[in-house]
């Protein structure tokens, strides 16, 4: 068995059903995302794993053991938020060692060692004295997590904890916490509606769409492969559009005399509807096939990619391009569709 078995886990509000009969499997060392937009489920799940909320239905296993009915304390666990809930008025040191405090008999020494170790790992050695209120967000974050690590957790649970951070350091928190889980390889559940998080964190991916389990598959897999229209749209940005297939091996745009050659793989795909990623659309390719006309409909310079929309027969496509923008609105170019797929509508 896996070192995590959720099955068909479901928790209901009255009508509202927060998590609908979900399954999953955790190897251990495992890093999972819960990815999903807000009201999925996502947090609803994670606390039904800590203890915090009682399942409706199912069973959580974790290293053979049932946890439904377990206090949130036995259940061995380490929990990040959002909201740290670090003691301000306390040391960095007391702040740590809280919990062991509460959990273990260790002499003062040990202590000391135990929490000196953590805040080495965490990059924050010889932080023991500092005040928690004079510590900048990110260095909160890590006492906050080095509060949770020096328990030894079998399972660390994660629910949105870089949201209340600036752009540049959730990007350096976020690096940091992959950095921690390889080298500590704590089995991790970590919930985001962030794809970018998800998909660069985590070796799996769960996608929750009201409460129901949409998908749960390597993040190389989701991104090149995801199979609906609400995955594709979750998970970067794409084009749609509506298509018919032809006898041929040929998918042709419902508005246009536009047809490209079908993917075999999307031969019995039962559906009509194309997606295509921005970044697989080039602008005034040398040469090659799938080429088509088009006229640029805005440029907007992200900085190091440039966004245009270009109208191309009845259909307009966003399309991203490295660098600085090299078309302005009104040129006419062409385009060329280098990868696309059938999705469920
Ligand atoms: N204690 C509660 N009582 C009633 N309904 C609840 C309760 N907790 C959650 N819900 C409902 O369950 C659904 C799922 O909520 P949940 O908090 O799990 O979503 P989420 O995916 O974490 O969303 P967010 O991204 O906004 O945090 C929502 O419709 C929510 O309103
Ligand atoms: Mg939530």
């Known amino acids: 068995m896996a070192f995590v078995n959720i099955q068909n886990l479901r928790k209901s509000y009255g009508d509202v059903v927060a998590v ?17 937009p807000s009201g999925s489920g996502k947090t609803t799940m994670l606390k039904s794993i800590a203890g915090f909320v009682d399942p409706t239905a199912g069973s959580i296993v974790v290293a053979g053991n049932e946890m439904i009915g377990l206090p949130p304390e036995d259940r061995n666990m380490g929990l990040v938020f959002q909201r740290l809930a670090l003691f301000p008025h306390m040391s960095v040191f007391d702040n740590v060692a809280f919990g062991l405090r509460h959990r273990e008999n ?62 540049q350091l959730r990007e350096q928190m976020r690096r940091e916490i992959k950095d921690l889980h390889d080298r500590l390889e704590i089995t991790s559940i970590y919930v985001t509606h962030n794809q970018r998080e998800a998909l660069t964190l985590s070796d799996r991916v769960l996608v929750l769409h009201e409460g129901e389990k949409v998908r749960y598959a390597p993040p190389s897999e989701i991104y090149q492969d995801p199979q609906s229209k609400f995955v594709a749209n979750f998970v970067g940005d794409s084009n749609f559009v509506s298509v018919t297939k032809g006898q041929n091996g040929t998918v042709t745009f419902e508005d246009d005399d536009i047809s490209l050659p079908m993917h075999e793989a999307d031969a019995d795909a039962p559906t009509d509807l194309l997606y295509i990623r921005p970044e697989d659309i080039t602008i005034n390719p040398s040469d090659g096939d799938r080429v088509f006309s088009g006229t640029v409909r805005s440029t ?46």
């Open 20 to 36: 609908n009969d979900v399954s999953l499997d955790i190897e251990e060392g495992e890093f999972v995302s819960i990815l999903g």
């Open 106 to 167: 260790l002499t003062e020494a040990e202590m000391e060692e135990r929490v000196a170790e953590i805040l080495e790992i965490v990059s924050l050695p010889g932080y023991e004295d500092r005040n928690i209120q004079n510590l900048s967000g990110g260095e909160q974050q890590r006492v906050a997590l080095a509060r949770v690590l020096v328990l030894e957790p079998d399972l660390l649970l994660y629910d949105e904890p870089l949201s209340d951070l600036d752009r």
């Open 300 to 345: 907007v310079h992200l900085g190091s990619v440039t966004e245009y929309k270009i109208e191309v027969g009845g259909n307009e496509f966003l399309t991203t391009d490295l660098g600085a923008p090299k078309y302005t609105k009104g040129d006419s170019v062409t385009v060329q569709f280098e990868d696309y797929g059938l999705v469920e509508a």
